[in-house]
């Protein structure tokens, strides 16, 4: 596309402060170019360990970071808190809710993804997913209530104890295998301490999943050892298994009919809006379709990265939606930026994996590093010191690793908080 305004003395913008945007915004910084990163949210999130989060294990505060201390020590990037709903690619220009806009010399969009419920966007209100800081607060307090009805139950309606303490996990993948596990030890053994009318006999957890195993992209031996492990902690798996209809209190699964006191999605993901807002061609999940070196096949000065496009390697194959991929994305586009600015082409991206990991519970993990398998306790240990390397802050990772290790000792949950949604960062 021709570029209609003169841009030469406007910065780079970032659109997203993920794994994706930081990383761009952290290679232009330290290159000195001109950026200004725009987030709606005023903290850069470790979505990873979200799940801890709505299952009481860590704090909020402890898996998240301001954005503007992440990046104070480039002074050549600026933060702006707000908004984007669209991109003007005649103006160069991205528009913000607050009504204002910034033109771009260059843009990467790394605004990420969301949930999808399978064209069933009702069921969200039922069921949600973990995304954001108060989707876990949200499912928390959804979570920890669920227990306290179920202790203060009159005796009348003892019977249907077993009901209001059903929780149900819709999604296989490491986010719903984390959870399932977490969930099963917060109602299972913690809470039994504390609550004398919950034995673990009247807890289920089960975990739903289309498919014929858990953990799909992880081997087959790993995936089995993940099953295991969930079995031992009182989790219920039913595979092959279709979720069809979703209510207050009630999931059907195929033809059958369960209560379930609190239902969360970890089933499916969505990219942002960005090809909309940049008329751009998208896949199935609406990520953009991206060239070689993550530009637009036909705007070479933008750039799509992170869970928002719809990447391949030189062999073709899919960059996977993770974490690791989102951050080389953004390195990768800053790299271009700069080599574009010198008059050099701009490289081909190439996905480096850096393996797959699952958590289940507190002491253990499934690992596959490709030269390496690991399961069980060693699986823990590694999957704890990659997940505290890449946690932003040092107080992050020191207040979090004392909390695993507590809990590792104890099985104590520090943050069985239940507070008003939305309203905190506890
Ligand atoms: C619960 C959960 C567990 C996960 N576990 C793992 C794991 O164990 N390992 C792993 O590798 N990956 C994991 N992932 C995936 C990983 O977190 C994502 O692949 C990664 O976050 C993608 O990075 P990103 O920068 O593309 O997007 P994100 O990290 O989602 O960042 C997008 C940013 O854009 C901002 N934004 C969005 N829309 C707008 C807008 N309109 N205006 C302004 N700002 C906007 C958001 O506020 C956000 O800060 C997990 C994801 C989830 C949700």
Redesign the pocket.
């Known amino acids: 596309m021709a570029n209609a305004v003169r841009t030469e003395n406007a910065p780079v913008v970032i ?9 761009a915004a952290r290679a232009l910084g330290a290159a000195g170019i001109s950026t200004v990163v ?4 005023n ?9 801890q989060v ?1 299952t009481a294990g860590l704090s909020a505060a402890d898996i998240a970071a301001p ?1 503007r201390t992440i990046l104070r020590d480039l002074p050549d990037v600026g933060v702006l808190m ?4 669209g991109i003007d690619r005649v103006a160069r220009s991205v528009q ?2 607050s009504g204002g806009h910034i033109t771009f010399a260059q843009l990467v969009v ?5 949930h999808a419920y399978f064209r069933n966007p009702e069921w969200a209100a039922h069921a949600p ?4 800081i108060d989707d ?1 607060i949200r499912v928390r307090r959804d979570l920890l209530l669920a227990l306290e009805r179920a202790e203060t139950m009159r005796a009348e309606q003892r019977e249907t104890r077993a009901d209001h303490l059903t929780f149900v996990v819709v999604g296989g993948g ?2 719903g295998v ?2 399932a596990g977490a969930i099963a030890e917060l109602t299972r053994h913690a809470a039994e301490r504390d609550f004398p009318h919950i034995t673990r006999n009247c807890v289920r957890v089960i975990l739903v999943d289309s498919g014929d195993r858990l953990l799909k992209a992880l081997p087959e031996a790993l995936s089995a050892a993940a099953s295991r492990a969930l079995m031992g902690l009182g989790v219920e798996i039913r595979l092959n298994a279709r979720v069809t209809a979703l209510a207050a209190g009630q999931i059907m699964i195929g033809d059958a009919r369960l209560p379930a006191a609190v239902t969360i999605w ?1 089933a499916g ?1 969505a990219a ?2 960005a090809a909309r807002w940049l008329g751009a061609a998208a896949d199935g999940s609406g990520r953009v379709l991206v060239g070689p070196d993550l530009a637009l096949p036909d705007d070479a000065e933008i750039f799509v ?5 719809a990447a391949c390697n030189a062999d073709g194959a899919a960059v ?8 080389q ?2 390195e990768h586009a800053a790299r271009a930026i700069i080599a574009r600015r010198q008059q050099q082409p701009a490289p081909r991206f190439r996905y480096r994996h850096q393996g ?3 958590t289940i519970g507190r002491s253990h993990a499934v690992a596959d590093l490709g030269w390496l398998q690991l399961s069980g306790l060693p699986g823990w240990l590694l999957w704890c010191t990659v ?1 505290l390397w890449f946690l932003a802050g040092f107080r992050n990772r020191l207040v979090v690793g004392a909390n695993w290790l507590w809990r590792y000792l104890t099985f104590e949950s520090s943050a069985r908080l239940i507070t008003q949604q939305g309203n905190d960062m506890s």
């Open positions: 659109i997203g402060a993920g794994f994706a945007g930081l990383a725009i987030d709606r949210q903290h850069h999130l470790f979505q990873p360990l979200l799940y709505a954005i707000d908004e984007v709903v913000l809710a790394a605004s990420g993804a969301r997913g973990i995304k954001t876990a490491p986010t984390e959870l970890a993901v942002s809006p990265v992170g869970d928002t496009a996977p939606g993770v974490a690791t991929a989102a951050k994305m953004g797959s990991m699952a997940h």
